[in-house]
């Protein structure tokens, strides 16, 4: 499974993006996640949806109310909207898939994007 995440860039306190990870290959993985890491601290967990009925989603509390994940399976397609987007979002994000459950380790990851937002 290959995965490529794109739709990172610049904004301001309050504003909004849309990530999106387009997954290829053998795209079998039944969750997919994103992930994010800011400069000196460790990966942390942001959200994942299951892309089998039924199409459970979960979220970080950090995250919960301003953040949606959605899959569009007949592109391979997984985005993060994330709005009223706040300065401790800044990270680099990351997507990422697995085939046993939104909490395991996952097994495929792509190359990150990065979003800064600025106060």
């Known amino acids: 499974v290959q995965l490529q995440a794109s739709g990172g860039g610049s904004v301001q306190a309050g504003g909004s993006l849309r990530l999106s990870c387009a997954a290829s290959?053998?795209?079998?993985?039944?969750?997919m996640g994103w992930f994010r890491q800011a400069p000196g601290k460790e990966r942390e967990f942001v959200a994942a949806?299951?892309?089998?009925?039924?199409?459970?989603?979960y979220y970080a509390d950090s995250v919960k109310g301003r953040f949606t994940i959605t899959r569009d399976n007949a592109k391979n397609t997984v985005y993060l909207q994330m709005n009223s987007l706040k300065p401790e979002d800044t990270a680099v994000y990351y997507c990422?898939?697995?085939?046993?459950?939104?909490?395991?380790?996952?097994?495929?990851w792509g190359q990150g994007t990065q979003v800064t937002v600025s106060s």
């Open positions: 990422a898939a697995n085939s046993r459950a939104w909490n395991a380790e996952y097994d495929y």
């Open positions: 290959g053998r795209t079998l993985s039944s969750y």
């Open positions: 949806i299951r892309r089998w009925y039924p199409y459970y989603t």
